[in-house]
């Protein structure tokens, strides 16, 4: 995730240095991706018209959408809950006091296939149900997402240098 991830910051903070060329290019490329698209949402309502204007703004909704889908993957803890988080008692009674520590410590790393798997959000104490892999395909949207502002990394400058395509404002 982090590898697509940082393409689409890549290319926004591209995207927004070509709407402000004294924004520095490198400072551009590695800010926050919230800060990103709120500099380029407002640069695009200043520097931009017609079909070049919607299309910036569709692309940061698209890469916001992306980044906090990705963001609720990756910061929500995951808890097992109910038989498949049991082991039997016989297993404790084979392990001596100076090892029940890291018993205890890989029983709680412990990863197992179960459908009992549940989540808490990381704004939340909710507990919640897992999602299914398919949820957890965001790749798949950040690649959808920087693929339109790649395009725009393009556009944008073409459109303030040659006027084509229309859309940039002096």
């Known amino acids: 995730m982090t590898i697509a991830g940082s393409r689409l910051d890549v290319q926004m903070g591209l995207l927004w240095h070509h709407l402000d060329r004294s924004v520095d290019l490198e400072l551009s490329r590695k800010a926050h991706g919230a800060k990103q698209c709120q500099r380029v949402r407002r640069l695009a309502d200043e520097r931009l018209t017609g079909d ?51 018993y205890l410590a ?27 892999l398919d949820d957890l395909w965001v790749e798949r949207e950040l690649s959808a997402a920087t693929d339109p502002v790649s395009a725009l990394t393009f556009q944008v400058p073409s459109s303030r240098e040659t006027g084509s395509p229309p859309g940039y404002v002096h």
Request: glycine share 6%; net charge negative.
């Open 52 to 102: 070049m204007r919607d299309a910036v703004l569709a692309a940061v909704d698209a890469a916001e959408s992306a980044r906090t889908h990705r963001n609720e993957i990756v910061h929500q803890d995951w808890v097992l809950r109910g038989r498949d988080a049991m082991r039997p008692v016989s297993e404790l009674s084979g392990i001596g006091q100076g090892d029940l520590p890291a």
């Open 106 to 132: 890989e029983w709680e790393r412990e990863s197992k296939a179960s459908q009992e798997w549940q989540r808490v959000p990381s704004q939340s104490v909710d507990v919640l149900p897992a999602q299914t």
